[in-house]
Every structure is written in structure tokens, then in C-alpha cells.
T-cell receptor, first 116, second 112 residues
Framework: SAVISQKPSRDICQRGTSLTIQCQVD?????MFWYRQQPGQSLTLIAT?????????ESGFVIDKFPISRPNLTFSTLTVSNMSPEDSSIYLC?????????????FGPGTRLTVL | TQLLEQSPQFLSIQEGENLTVYCNSS?????LQWYRQEPGEGPVLLVT?????EVKKLKRLTFQFGDARKDSSLHITAAQTGDTGLYLC????????????FGTGTRLTIIP
């Protein structure tokens, strides 16, 4: 498995501000991902954080709104920019590792964001 | 677009009963993972199945991957209150950089 920590665990923010979420992994991983989970819903992939290059965004998500950094193989940040109440959600960092059964994906505890 | 539909969406049963959650798709996946998520936490990986027809048991939980690798089921025997949570299936590639496709989720509540 992988030990993944996220900071902050939760925050309440004002409309129009930005929040940066940090993700730290206990060992080096090639693939890191950022997901969004709206209340009571499943997970939606925002982007793949690529080490040393620009993140790869999914349809409906853009770099200006969700800039991502990946300075090394154990750390990444996701910024939620110019927030609106619709951005209220849980943001989850995830990593992929190869296990006995092939690729397995593990998640951090999430950051619960409320935008007023 | 690959879709994974889970059923039921919500399930509320008494402690001690048995239940089955289904995960269905029209697409073939080379691996399928099941997660449980409790309030305020991230999803926790329960199992990965990779072979069509594979059955894996984890204490009271039995996971099955369909022969055609398009569907999966999770059966819980003698449910306990600690089983309460959001169950998510996710299909993906056994190897390589293919992204996981998450199911729609099943919210399970076990009543004491």
C-alpha cells in the first residue's frame, strides 16, 4: 500500500479566493492523480500530475482553474482558483503502484472544501 | 466512454443479513478494484481482481469478477455495522497508464 497525507484536511473559504492542497506520499511514485468527489457522489478525475511536466487534464477541467504542481516523485499540489460555491467538494490525491495483481491505486484522506 | 453502473445505489439492511452489490459495464476491463469509503476519509482499497471468473474472499466479503471481465459483484455475509460505507468499484488496466473508471457507488447502511 501507500501512505498518503493531505493538507489541509478541511477548509472554509470565501468566494473568489484560492486554496492550495498539498499531497505527500511516503515513497516515490510515478503516477499521481487528483480527484473530486461531490457530496454523496462517486469520484471524478481532475488531472494526472506528471513529474517534471505539465499535468494532463480531463475534459471539463482546465489548468487556469486547477493548476497542479509536481516538483518530485513524492509531492504534488492542487490549487482551486477563484473559488465559487460550486467548487465545494472533497478533493482527493491518489497514487498508483504495481502490486501482485497489477496496478493498484491508493487514496489520501481527502480535503473537504466548503466555499461560501 | 466507459461506464460502470453499480446497483443498488442505496441499501439499508439489518445487522446479520447478507447482501450483494453489483458493478456492471458494457466495456471489458483487465482489472477491477473494490473500495470502501467511510465519512471523512478517502476510499480504501479492499481487493483487486484480474482474471475472468476469479473469486476472492476477504473474511465475510466475497468478490467475483465476471467471466467476460465486464462485471463484478461484492457479497457480504452476516453484515456488521462496521460494514457501513460507500462502496465503489473501479475498472482499469492491469498494466500501463490507463486511467481508472469509477462506478456510480453504493451507499450501504447496516442497522444495528
Amino acid at each position: 500500500s501507500a501512505v498518503i497525507s493531505q493538507k489541509p484536511s478541511r477548509d472554509i473559504c470565501q468566494r473568489g479566493t484560492s486554496l492550495t492542497i498539498q499531497c505527500q506520499v511516503d515513497s516515490q511514485v510515478t503516477m499521481m492523480f487528483w480527484y473530486r468527489q461531490q457530496p454523496g457522489q462517486s469520484l471524478t478525475l481532475i488531472a494526472t500530475a506528471n513529474q517534471g511536466s505539465e499535468a494532463t487534464y480531463e475534459s471539463g477541467f482546465v489548468i487556469d482553474k486547477f493548476p497542479i504542481s509536481r516538483p518530485n516523485l513524492t509531492f504534488s499540489t492542487l490549487t482551486v482558483s477563484n473559488m465559487s460555491p460550486e467548487d465545494s467538494s472533497i478533493y482527493l490525491c491518489s497514487v498508483r503502484r504495481s502490486g501482485r495483481g497489477g496496478n493498484e491505486q491508493f487514496f489520501g484522506p481527502g480535503t473537504r472544501l466548503t466555499v461560501l | 466512454t466507459q461506464l460502470l453502473e453499480q446497483s443498488p445505489q442505496f441499501l439499508s439492511i439489518q445487522e446479520g443479513e447478507n447482501l450483494t452489490v453489483y458493478c456492471n459495464s458494457s466495456s471489458v476491463f483487465s482489472s477491477l478494484q473494490w473500495y470502501r469509503q467511510e465519512p471523512g476519509e478517502g476510499p480504501v482499497l479492499l481487493v483487486t481482481v484480474v482474471t475472468g471468473g476469479e473469486v476472492k474472499k476477504l473474511k465475510r466479503l466475497t468478490f467475483q469478477f465476471g467471466d467476460a471481465r465486464k462485471d463484478s459483484s461484492l457479497h457480504i455475509t452476516a453484515a456488521q455495522t462496521g460494514d457501513t460505507g460507500l462502496y465503489l468499484c473501479a475498472g482499469g488496466s492491469n498494466f500501463g497508464n490507463e486511467k481508472l473508471t469509477f462506478g456510480t457507488g453504493t451507499r450501504l447502511t447496516i442497522i444495528p
